[in-house]
């Protein structure tokens, strides 16, 4: 029996082997949110939502303050930026404590001032604080200072795309550098530039040393079109044809989500990049003339938010497929290159959108943001009304992109507990092993065999989906998931774990 195993698994092996090496099994990592805000658990998504303090409607921007940790939330139809302290956003459902755009929680008009908000899309908080929001049909850039601390319906301190807070007019005077026509993305850089993606003048603006401009400065320089006072745009190396989110790196990359061309755009050294300069690199398209959206590995479709992080992972929203696509060592990829992980979906050719949501389903993700202080990734997930938060630590495909062999046989306690109608079980491997895992009634009767097989040393995770062996639905109460793992190097006995799970309806 033992030679009949090691057998086995040399050949589940060099099938494994045979399958990568062709390209047939991509890495997925289809893991659960743990938090969740605009909702009060992972299945809720009401059509209907007026505002309060922690419901949303439509959210868009997100991003964390690096001094304080709080959260911001750009929630779009209620024409507001929300403010979580950085305790509050770590808790399911809780209520923002302050309110910019509007005077209070529960109004939601749209207003052309220093302290109104009509469309506010994309928003990001630089390493001083300050929070910029790009107010889309304002045609305009708002900065607030000190925006972790400010009340609610307080002022902005300057505006860009605009020579004043009253006016909204796009490309008022005619397109410039000093004009706006639907900004779309803001990021702020190391060095203080910001970048601003306009997705109707098809370009991004450079303002070097950002938090210094008076209000309607002009940008210091220009991507995706050839100067400040053409909008024509393209399928070429150096043109857009809409420009969404943009994000900086630490090696001085910018990144575009360029998306009625499905694809991501690389300027290297761009802060130096003459004003016009051909983009670097492409994602999403093998070359820098076709735009064919696609469901794939390489393929996007209407990408919108881009972010990437401390470990030079690109975070690429791939709206239209829902999903969020991860390129590991995003600098040195290939046009056209392979995501390495795929969120929101099992795999990278499936488009699931699950009604009632769970916690591992996406609906038109918008932009994104990580902690990378707490390797926290969070995501606005648009029409779901909701904010999702993933721990980056649970993934090792995401978090550090190699698998990270555990020390222990564990059977991690299922998410989220009580339940309805799907949880996800984590369970984790030291070595080779023959793996069993079973939920079972509270009588020990068998409800659903989950697992049943050899598997490789690693994390790994399984979702119930509150069904039975016959596929029938199970009634609520208290069940058991039960994991027996048996070494596959015949050293060592099997190893018993089991967990409390609760099936609420």
């Known amino acids: 029996m033992k030679h009949f195993r090691i057998l086995l698994v040399m050949m589940a092996l060099l099938s494994a082997l045979t399958l990568v090496m062709y390209g047939q099994v991509p890495l997925t990592t289809n893991m659960p949110a743990v938090g969740v805000l605009g909702q009060t658990d992972f299945v809720t998504s009401p059509s209907t939502v007026l505002p309060t303090a922690s419901v949303l409607n439509t959210p868009k921007g997100i991003a964390v303050d690096p001094t304080t940790g709080k959260l911001f939330v750009a929630d779009y139809e209620n024409r507001r930026v929300l403010r979580w302290s950085s305790a509050d956003k770590l808790v399911n459902g809780a209520a923002a404590e302050a309110v910019l755009g509007q005077p209070d929680f529960v109004t939601a008009t ?33 900065r607030f200072d000190n925006a972790s601390t400010i009340a609610s319906g307080a002022a902005a301190n300057r505006v860009l795309g605009q020579a004043d807070f009253t006016t909204g007019t796009a490309n008022a005077g005619g397109i410039s550098a000093s004009t706006m026509w639907s900004p779309i993305g ?55 044809t809409r420009a969404y989110g943009v994000t900086a790196d630490g090696g001085g990359r910018v990144w575009v989500g360029d998306r009625d061309n499905n694809r991501v755009l690389r300027f290297d050294s761009a802060a130096t990049k003459a ?26 479709e209407g990408p919108r938010g881009v972010f990437v992080d401390a470990l030079g992972k690109l975070y690429v929203s791939d709206e239209a497929n829902n999903r969020i696509m991860v390129y590991n060592d995003a600098a040195n990829k290939a046009n056209g290159a392979d995501a390495d992980v795929v969120l929101g ?67 991690l306690n299922n998410y989220p507990n009580p339940f309805n109608p799907s949880t996800t079980i984590m369970y984790s491997l030291p070595q080779h092993s023959s793996v069993s895992i079973v939920v079972y009634s509270v009588l020990g009767q068998e409800i659903r065999s989950l697992v049943k097989g050899v598997e490789d040393a690693g994390s790994h995770q399984v979702v119930w989906n509150g069904r039975d062996n016959a596929g029938s639905q199970a009634s609520t109460g208290v069940y058991f998931v039960r994991m027996v793992a048996e070494p596959m190097s015949g050293h060592g006995q099997p190893v018993v774990r089991t967990n409390r799970m609760l099936l609420l309806k």
């Open 275 to 300: 004003d016009g300069a051909a983009a670097d690199g492409v994602l999403g398209q093998v070359d820098f003339v076709s735009a064919a959206f696609a469901r794939t590995q390489a393929g996007l």
């Open 186 to 240: 803001v990021f702020v850089d190391k060095e203080g530039r910001l970048w601003v993606a306009e997705r109707d003048n098809k370009r991004v603006l450079r303002f070097d040393n950002a938090a210094s401009k008076s209000n309607g400065d002009p940008a210091d320089g220009v991507l995706g079109e050839p100067n400040f006072t053409t909008n024509t745009g393209g399928l070429t190396a150096s043109l857009m």
């Open 345 to 411: 979906q099992a795999d990278f050719v499936t488009k699931v959108t699950p009604n009632p949501p769970t916690a591992g389903s996406l609906n038109y993700p918008e932009f994104m943001w990580v902690d990378n202080d707490n390797r926290q990734l969070w995501i606005a997930d648009e029409y779901n009304n909701r904010i999702l938060r993933f721990d980056l630590g649970i993934s090792t495909g995401v978090n550090e992109g190699i698998a990270v062999i555990p020390e222990a046989f564990q059977l």
């Open 110 to 142: 749209a207003g052309t001032s220093s302290s109104k908000l009509s469309r506010p899309y994309g928003i990001c908080v630089d390493a001083g604080g300050r929070l910029w929001v790009a107010d889309l049909t304002n045609n305009r850039v708002l």
